[in-house]
């Protein structure tokens, strides 16, 4: 069954109510944005999803999301917000991520932009790119996130680029999770598509630009309860 991932989660109410559907990752976002969070409220929150997780209910695991971060700034952070999962979204290399994992026993996400001319490649030269720029994190990463360029866009990219990175994250054992304009209007036809392990969604979730819990619901329900078709 396809993974969900809430992302940009900032307060008690819309925590509580996600922690009532089956949802597998939250994320905080520690990089300027409209959604960041200080560590200390992401603290809060984290501590809300582990004394639930203590009590035995099941909860989903807790992703920051950093760009570009100091091992100062993730020290500082994972002090006061002790996370599962520490997501990088900028240009860390794959010793930056193995480093990461080993000083803080985090697992590590890290996150790749889709190119945003792949359309007029060769299809196996594309590939063959592609292979070559995530080469170097096998074994450094837990799990690996294809976005729009930019990230937080609410922007779709162009999902023929799919089957390379999940072909990549097959032979390296990883989970691949994809970003990017999502919505529950859309995430069936990903997943019948490209039966990706993951998907991640925060602006196809709000109104206004603050989450709501509707279209979270519906998000999650497009997801958890349509069996993924044969892929295409």
């Not at 990461?100 to 196996?124: M, N």
């Not at 994809?178 to 109104?207: C, F, H, M, R």
Request: aromatic share 6%; hydrophobic share 40%; glycine share 10%.
């Amino acid at each position: 069954m396809t993974t969900v991932k809430i992302c940009g989660l900032k307060d008690r109410n819309t925590l509580a109510s996600v922690l009532e559907l089956p949802v597998d990752h939250i994320g905080f976002l520690f990089a300027k944005s409209k959604r960041q969070v200080t560590p200390g409220e992401a603290g809060e929150l984290v501590r809300l999803v582990k004394e639930r997780r203590a009590s035995g209910q099941p909860v989903p695991l807790t992703v920051g999301v950093f760009v570009n971060p100091s091992m100062e700034q993730l020290e500082e952070t994972l002090r006061i917000a002790p996370l599962d999962i520490v997501q990088l979204h900028g240009a860390e290399s794959a010793d930056f991520c193995q480093l990461v994992r080993e000083r803080f026993g985090v697992r590590v996400y890290r996150v790749f932009s889709a190119p945003e001319a792949a359309a007029s490649a060769d299809g196996l030269e594309r590939a063959q790119a592609i292979t070559d720029s995530l080469a170097s994190y096998a074994g450094s990463i837990d799990g690996l996130l294809l976005d729009t360029a930019g990230g937080g866009t609410g922007r779709k990219f162009d999902w023929s680029l799919i089957p390379a990175y999940a072909a990549w994250a097959r032979s390296a054992g990883l989970p691949l999770l994809v970003a990017g304009g999502l919505s529950a209007d859309n995430v069936e036809k990903l997943i019948a598509e490209y039966s990706p392990d993951g998907v991640d969604v925060s602006s196809g979730v709000e109104t206004d630009g603050i989450k709501d819990i509707t279209k979270i619901q519906a998000f999650v329900e497009r997801v958890k309860l349509h069996e993924p078709h044969a892929s295409a």
